[in-house]
């Protein structure tokens, strides 16, 4: 029997005049994402995209998992596809979802009749379905306020779909439909999910990151690396910039009151990410930043970091305790990499007692006292950039 998978839209299905410049961009990205799996044909219908295998051996369970990780996506749902004959679909009842109502206690039927001219109204379908699957599972009771499953069958203008498992999508809006933004990457857990959460607003997110050899380790860097590859599952490709910042952490230690070294060297981070921001057209610079959780996130603070920035700062994860960040970590897959026990360069020179409430007039006068906009232009020259595939695994070493 023929198999096909239905995506619904998610916020997509509210826009207006260019909902289609957003349903383009989610088959767009749906795309690139199956064609790692195999052949397939789209088509779209009434805020649905169908999705169907040209290959009768592809393995639909990877490419639900892979639909999935797919920003755009309300909802999935894994159908057989019958002629529009009700008696066809009531005779495959049995055999289809025995796998899904084998085991379960309770059920109730959902039926949509989007081809007006289809004999039976919904309610009428909903009945002699209702019937149907009692027929072929009778130890099955009907409960239409809480069931175990909901079996579902649409009456569309091109053939009937049934399913009996809807599955909830990623939900947000297609990356690449907001624009473009970059990450400020550490080796922590916060920033990988402040990228995935941007991501599922329809950012394309890249991710910049500063590396202070030989106060910070190869293992560091590739630790950092591998968050890149994990976050491909969600944001799509991820171009890398990695800045060398060994010589301005030094500069910073020697000529500046350790006091405001953490807030100083978000400081020129962020100058230095507004470069690229204006070089490679980025709109936003997106951090891992959370109120009062460090020092250096403070209010004053974060003030004093926000006063060099040239673009917007968004800082998704801003009133998140360490908990929440956690849950979500774990859930895109990050959180086990990021917990690897290999120091990044905002760590190494710490301060022992930081400002947390800092003057902007101090930090500026500190921040003047040395000659840090050339040795940002040689960190930017020096920056190389890698691409981060998805599907394309990482090599880390353990």
């Not at 790692?36 to 044909?41: K, N, R, T, Y």
């Not at 309300?74 to 596809?81: L, M, P, R, S, T």
């Not at 091109?158 to 990450?183: D, E, F, Q």
């Not at 952490?249 to 020129?268: G, H, I, K, S």
């Amino acid at each position: 029997m023929k198999e096909i998978i239905m995506v619904k839209y998610g916020e997509i299905a509210l826009k207006g005049i260019n909902k289609k410049t957003f349903e383009d961009m989610l088959q767009n990205n749906i795309k690139r994402r199956l064609k790692l799996i195999g052949q397939f044909a789209y088509s779209r219908n009434q805020s649905t995209i169908y999705i169907e295998p040209q290959d009768d051996n592809t393995d639909m369970h990877t490419v639900v998992e892979s639909l999935k990780r797919v920003f755009g996506i309300g909802a999935i749902q894994k159908c057989a596809v019958f002629p529009k004959d009700f008696d066809t679909v009531a005779n495959n009842v049995g055999e289809y979802l025995k796998d899904t109502l084998a085991d379960a206690k309770t059920f109730k039927v959902e039926a949509k009749r989007a081809d007006k001219t289809f004999p039976m109204n919904s309610p009428q379908i909903q009945q002699a379905l209702g019937d149907a699957v009692l027929d072929a599972f009778p130890h099955l009771e009907v409960d239409v306020h809480n069931p175990e499953v909901t079996v579902r069958l649409e009456i569309r203008d091109v053939g009937a779909y049934l399913s009996a498992k809807r599955i909830t999508g990623a939900g947000g809006m297609p990356v690449g439909s907001s624009g473009k933004a970059l990450l400020m990457l550490s080796g922590g857990i916060d920033s990988p999910v402040a990228g995935y959460m941007m991501a599922k607003r329809g950012l394309v997110v890249d991710c910049i990151h500063y590396i202070s050899p030989p106060y910070t380790s190869e293992r560091a860097l590739l630790k950092v690396q591998k968050l890149c590859e994990q976050m491909t599952d969600w944001c799509g490709d991820i171009m890398f910039y990695c800045v060398p910042f060994t010589e301005i952490q030094e500069a910073l230690r020697d000529n500046c009151p350790e006091e405001y070294f953490t807030v100083l060297m978000r400081r020129l981070m962020v100058k230095i990410a507004n470069i690229v921001c204006k070089r490679d057209k980025y709109g936003a610079i997106i951090t891992g930043e959370s109120l009062a959780q460090v020092a250096s996130q403070t209010l004053p603070a974060l003030y004093c970091t926000n006063t060099a920035a040239e673009f917007p700062v968004f800082r998704p994860v801003i009133g998140m305790d360490k908990i929440e960040i956690t849950e979500i970590a774990r859930k895109i897959g990050t959180f086990e990499t990021s917990i690897l026990p290999y120091e990044d360069c905002c760590t190494v020179f710490s301060p022992k007692h930081p400002r947390t409430k800092p003057h902007i007039e101090d930090i500026l006068a500190a921040e003047s006292s040395y000659d840090f906009d050339s040795m940002i232009a040689e960190a930017v020259s020096k920056t190389t950039v890698r691409r981060f595939k998805y599907g394309e695994e990482t090599v880390f070493l353990d």
